[in-house]
C-alpha cells in the first residue's frame, strides 16, 4: 500500500519562509517522477514544482526564484522549499508520485496535467497573510 505524508503547512505572513516535506511509504510502480501540487476551494488542482529521479526540476512561472523542489531518495521524502511567500501562495498543498504510461515522458509535464495516474497525498494547508 502506498501512503505519501504532507507536513510543514502553516500560516505565515507575506515574505516569509516555508519548507513542506512529504514522505513516500510504499513502492510507488511506475513512478519515476514527483511533483507539488496547489488547490483552493472552488479553484482547479494547479501543478507548482516537479522532480524527476536524476534531480531534473521544473516550476511554473509564479514559483520559479522563490520556491525550491528537493528529494532525498535515501529516506525517500520530498521537499518544498517555499520562500518570499505571497497571498496567492495560499492554497493546499500535495505531494504526487506521478506516473506515465509512455516511458520517456517528461517528468515537467505533469505540472499541465499531462500525467496518466497518481499517488496523493492528504495535502498540508499553506496560508499566506499579515
Known amino acids: 500500500q502506498v501512503r505519501l505524508v504532507e507536513s510543514g503547512g502553516g500560516s505565515v505572513q507575506p515574505g516569509g519562509s516555508l519548507t513542506l516535506s512529504c514522505v513516500v511509504l510504499?513502492?510507488?510502480?511506475?513512478?519515476?517522477?514527483r511533483g507539488w501540487f496547489k488547490e483552493n476551494p472552488g479553484q482547479r488542482h494547479e501543478g507548482v514544482a516537479s522532480?524527476?529521479?536524476?534531480?531534473?526540476?521544473d516550476y511554473v512561472d509564479s514559483v520559479k526564484g522563490r520556491f525550491t523542489i528537493s528529494q532525498d531518495n535515501a529516506q525517500n521524502t520530498l521537499y518544498l522549499q517555499m520562500t518570499n511567500v505571497n497571498p496567492e501562495d495560499t492554497g493546499m498543498y500535495y505531494c504526487?508520485?506521478?506516473?506515465?504510461?509512455?516511458?520517456?515522458?517528461?517528468?515537467?509535464?505533469?505540472?499541465?496535467?499531462?500525467?496518466?495516474?497518481?499517488?496523493w497525498g492528504r495535502g498540508t494547508q499553506v496560508t499566506v497573510s499579515s
Open positions: 504526487a508520485a506521478l506516473v506515465f504510461n509512455q516511458p520517456g515522458q517528461k517528468c515537467g509535464s505533469a505540472l499541465s496535467g499531462n500525467y496518466d495516474s497518481a499517488y
Open positions: 510504499g513502492t510507488t510502480h511506475g513512478s519515476y517522477c
Open positions: 522532480i524527476d529521479r536524476d534531480g531534473t526540476t
